[in-house]
T-cell receptor, first 110, second 115 residues
Framework: SQQGEEDPQALSIQEGENATMNCSYK?????LQWYRQNSGRGLVHLILIRSNEREKHSGRLRVTLDTSKKSSSLLITASRAADTASYFC??????????FGRGTSLIVHP | DAGITQSPRYKITETGRQVTLMCHQTWSHSYMFWYRQDLGHGLRLIYYSAAADITDKGEVPDGYVVSRSKTENFPLTLESATRSQTSVYFC??????????????FGPGTRLTVL
């Protein structure tokens, strides 16, 4: 069963705008990861945030983690058409096996 | 080439046939995973392996068999394919450090259709 659930399921924005997607989970975690999947491709790792961290940055990506609310957010700033993809969160808890959500489909219009 | 590869990329088979999907990684990662991806379900873990000759079930293991005789290979076999096993299958590898899995590296996927 899915641990993380992404919200919204779909997001459509214009190039240059910021995109924010959220991930909620139910049980305590050791870390949370975000992945991107372009159409017809495998997943690509974006960023990992550990349970004792609150925020991480990587280029135009900003990830926050609020363990009290059991949620994380991924912010993509100044979106580009090339950011069009599905984005997945994966949580790792006591079993240490990553569990993926159903993903957020992002479309960035040029 | 370094990386993780899957073969075949596309496969059409018939109900009841045995099918083997191959996965090969060149990093010597200890951990390897098989997922299936279906619309509305995201990625679901079928089996994983912590090392050669060590495998364990994931969320949806029924109807699948895995083996890992060598660190770099992790084949997935559908013993008697069913239509419900029509899906896109992804293999991934990862290493372990600091008490957790590092990032997973995914293969390009195998699109399997069972008629």
């Amino acid at each position: 069963s899915q641990q993380g659930e992404e919200d919204p399921q779909a997001l459509s924005i214009q190039e240059g705008e910021n995109a924010t997607m959220n991930c909620s989970y139910k049980t305590s975690i050791n870390n949370l990861q975000w992945y991107r999947q372009n159409s017809g491709r495998g997943l690509v790792h974006l960023i990992l945030i550990r349970s004792n961290e609150r925020e991480k940055h990587s280029g135009r990506l900003r990830v926050t983690l609020d363990t009290s609310k059991k949620s994380s957010s991924l912010l993509i700033t100044a979106s580009r058409a090339a950011d069009t993809a599905s984005y997945f969160c994966a949580t790792t808890g006591g079993s240490y096996i990553p569990t993926f959500g159903r993903g957020t489909s992002l479309i960035v219009h040029p | 080439d370094a990386g993780i590869t899957q073969s075949p990329r596309y496969k059409i088979t018939e109900t009841g046939r045995q099918v083997t999907l191959m996965c090969h990684q060149t990093w010597s990662h200890s951990y390897m995973f098989w997922y299936r991806q279906d619309l509305g379900h995201g990625l679901r873990l079928i089996y994983y392996s912590a090392a050669a000759d060590i495998t364990d079930k994931g969320e949806v293991p029924d109807g699948y068999v895995v083996s890992r005789s060598k660190t770099e290979n992790f084949p997935l076999t559908l013993e008697s394919a069913t239509r419900s096993q029509t899906s896109v299958y992804f293999c991934a590898s990862s290493e372990w450090s600091s008490g957790t899995y590092n990032e997973q590296f995914f293969g390009p996927g195998t699109r399997l259709t069972v008629l």
